[in-house]
């Protein structure tokens, strides 16, 4: 089983449209959660973190559930720029490592 | 400028060859790491270093080896490569004090033959 689980897509959403992504992660230990954003053959860039009683940037939520070890990224109003795939992102250990998952493809049609 | 370089970006070598990959940045971090990219498996991390003294192996070490020749620069290295060492790798860096918030270099493209 992956660490960080997450549904490859791809979604094909239309302009406008509100579209929603999960995440489960099996490490109950994990202490910290982000979503990274990565355009097409690019590297990938902090998009978000995720925080317990949830947070909101402009038209980006993110929730985090950790009794159901479950993450959630919602994207409200859909732009053509946000077409990139979206990455679920773990943080543990003392080292403070990085479990990322494969990623979830979005696609925002005119 | 960019925060982090990767050089080569783009590589093509033959089975059994070494290859370096480099980094550099300047964002004057004391982290840094190699991942590498496979499609449907997301990054993995192969080597990171928390200063020029102190070298850890990731999760999939075997073939690869690391070298922190100062704060502002980390190579990996691949003894000999294999065709299954074909991936897209990623430098990052961050700072010990937001050590969760890592910043990427723009890839290196490598294909083994």
């Known amino acids: 089983r992956k660490e960080v689980e997450q549904d490859p897509g791809p979604f094909n959403v239309p302009e406008g449209a509100t579209v929603a992504f999960n995440c489960t992660y099996s490490n109950s230990a994990s202490q910290s959660f982000f979503w990274y954003r990565q355009d097409c053959r690019k590297e990938p860039k902090l998009l978000m973190s995720v925080y317990s009683s949830g947070n909101e940037d402009g038209r980006f939520t993110a929730q985090l559930n950790r009794a159901s070890q479950y993450i959630s990224l919602l994207i409200r109003d859909s732009k053509l720029s946000d077409s990139a795939t979206y990455l679920c992102v773990v943080g543990s250990g003392s080292a403070r490592q990085l479990t990322f998952g494969s990623g979830t493809q979005l696609t925002v049609l005119p | 400028d960019a925060d982090v370089t990767q050089t080569p970006r783009n590589r093509i070598t033959k089975t059994g060859k070494r290859i370096m990959l480099e980094c550099s940045q300047t964002?004057?971090?004391?982290?840094m790491y190699w991942y590498r990219q496979d499609p449907g498996l997301g990054l993995r991390l192969i080597y990171y270093?928390?200063?020029?003294?102190?070298?850890n192996k990731g999760e999939i070490s075997d073939g690869y080896s690391v070298s922190r020749q100062a704060q502002a620069k980390f190579s990996l290295s691949l003894e000999s490569a294999i065709p299954n060492q074909t991936a897209l790798y990623f430098c990052?860096?961050?700072?010990?004090?937001?050590?969760?918030?890592?910043?990427f270099g723009p890839g290196t493209r490598l294909t083994v033959t």
């Open positions: 964002k004057g971090h004391d982290r």
């Open positions: 270093s928390f200063d020029v003294k102190d070298i």
């Open positions: 990052a860096t961050s700072d010990a004090g937001t050590a969760y918030e890592q910043y």
